[in-house]
């Protein structure tokens, strides 16, 4: 994979902090320059090197002792769906799926309180605020959208995503907790696939698969995918 084409652009280690997804562990991350626009071009480079966006912030895990963190993308062409996944998808079709402006939302943003407080309960993103939860999500810089699932006028899930110019990035996906009987995660996941079949897209990246992270380790079921590992993407063979 060749270098990057953007000649300014620079990238700062953070000091070591605690780890977010495993216990007792420490973190270094590497971000891209805050200082820069990075925009659509420019992201789907980054992305092609294992790099993630929260809000306007560009990252990746770059942890001395640990390779955990491992990127992770499905080639649409070669995706087959499993029994389990076809019977989500069949159990969703009474949704209606739109795309929304990717911006602030006073629906989304209880949903997402909602999703935070009830499965993310004392992870210190329980309580968002508003400020909190735009910086988190809304990139104006970068072709986002959001993708509301409904069931009639009900708001169910909100799945939001980023159009590059080589694949959909799945950024977050949040949802009522009450319907756990649907899957919800999965079916958005399913759907965004199907979506990058229809436009022609190669991929869906699914940012970083954790095999020891419990909430992370659920990226390996759709399969085939990729891992990006010793400098290049591959079919995950285990």
């Not at 390779?67 to 998808?89: E, K, L, M």
Request: one cysteine or more; aromatic letters at 14%; hydrophobic letters at 35%.
């Amino acid at each position: 994979m060749g270098s990057l084409h953007h000649e300014s652009l620079d990238f700062y280690l953070t000091p070591e902090h605690e780890c977010s997804y495993l216990p007792q562990q420490q973190a270094m991350t590497l971000f891209a320059d805050p200082s820069v626009c990075v925009d659509t071009d420019l992201y789907s480079e980054l992305i092609q090197y294992g790099f993630r966006r929260s809000g306007t912030h560009v990252y990746r895990p770059r942890c001395p002792m640990c390779d955990a963190c491992i990127p992770i993308r499905i080639p649409v062409d070669n995706f087959a769906t499993s029994r389990s996944q076809r019977r989500v998808w069949k159990r969703n079709q009474d949704l209606t799926i739109t795309t929304v402006a990717a911006e602030y939302n006073d629906e989304h943003f209880q949903l997402y309180r909602h999703y935070m407080s009830t499965r993310h309960a004392g992870g210190g993103m329980d309580t968002p605020e508003p400020e909190k939860y735009s910086e988190f999500l809304i990139n104006p810089y970068i072709d986002a959208r959001f993708y509301e699932f409904r069931l009639d006028r009900q708001l169910l899930a909100v799945a939001t995503v980023d159009m590059l110019n080589n694949g959909i990035s799945a950024v977050y996906t949040f949802f009522d907790p009450s319907e756990a009987a649907r899957s919800l995660g999965g079916m958005a996941i399913l759907w965004q696939i199907e979506e990058a079949r229809r436009l022609n897209i190669p991929y869906v990246y699914l940012g970083y698969w954790i095999k020891e992270c419990q909430k992370m380790v659920y990226k390996d079921q759709y399969r085939p995918f990729e891992v990006f590992q010793e400098g290049h993407w591959q079919i995950y063979e285990k």
